[in-house]
């Protein structure tokens, strides 16, 4: 499964947008990018996933160039509930379902 | 969507002892996982738990130190056995479908301390 690499932390105000970029150079044919997100003392929950172009649920938006070499995970207006582990995964789509989780980027939301 | 619940959600344990976590979920998944999770740290694939056979493990994962059962489509355990301080650390459990429109869900995790 191909390595993802993220920023370590970032962070921002309330009410600004968020792009977290993810890179992910050894992509393969046949997988998708995932981004889940972490709380403290729960397990990691399930944001959004794409395979190319744009993809947007209610909660963020996931930007993928042709390449697909990289990611962008876009939260518009965040908030302070939004303090979070941000973890981007290359997901192969075969037999094994396996996730293979990175180091993840620890978002802090300040007031 | 799944609910996956765990069974303890903490323990304190002594060094050489077995802890056996229980993983439960609320509907049919094709998929099971078991992950570590150190504090302040990425989550790390232990296994698959695969129904009727032997688990799958992940390098440096042993089925003699994380027996894994799975006896059907809902239900899964992990054993942590002869336990040192070392394991001491947050085991997840996932489950989820291998299918381009789904995703894993995981459990809230438990925690463990070896003294």
């Known amino acids: 499964l191909a390595k993802t690499t993220q920023p370590i932390s970032m962070d921002s105000y309330e009410g600004q947008e968020v792009n977290i970029t993810c890179s992910h150079n050894n992509i393969a044919t046949n997988d998708y990018i995932t981004w889940y997100q972490q709380f403290p003392s729960q397990g990691p929950r399930f944001i959004i996933q794409?395979?190319?172009t744009k993809v947007t649920n209610e909660v963020a938006s996931l930007f993928i160039p042709a390449d697909r070499k990289s990611s962008t995970l876009s939260l518009p207006r965040v908030s302070l509930s939004d303090t979070a582990v941000y973890y981007c995964l290359v997901r192969r789509m075969d037999s094994s379902y396996k996730l293979i989780f990175g180091s993840g980027t620890r978002l802090l939301v300040r007031p | 969507s799944a609910v996956i619940s765990q069974k303890p959600s903490r323990d304190i344990c002594q060094r050489g002892t077995s802890l056996t976590i229980q993983c439960q979920v609320d509907?049919?998944?094709?998929?099971m996982f078991w992950y570590r999770q150190q504090p302040g740290q990425s989550l790390t694939l232990i296994a698959t738990a695969n129904q009727g056979s032997e688990a799958t493990y992940e390098s440096g994962f042993v089925i003699d130190k994380f027996p894994i059962s799975r006896p059907n489509l809902t239900f899964s355990t992990l054993t942590v056995s002869n336990m040192s301080p070392e394991d001491s650390s947050i085991y997840l459990c996932s489950g989820g479908a291998p299918s381009s429109q789904e995703t894993q869900y995981f459990g809230p995790g438990t925690r463990l301390l070896v003294l």
């Open positions: 509907s049919q998944v094709t998929m």
């Open positions: 794409g395979y190319k």
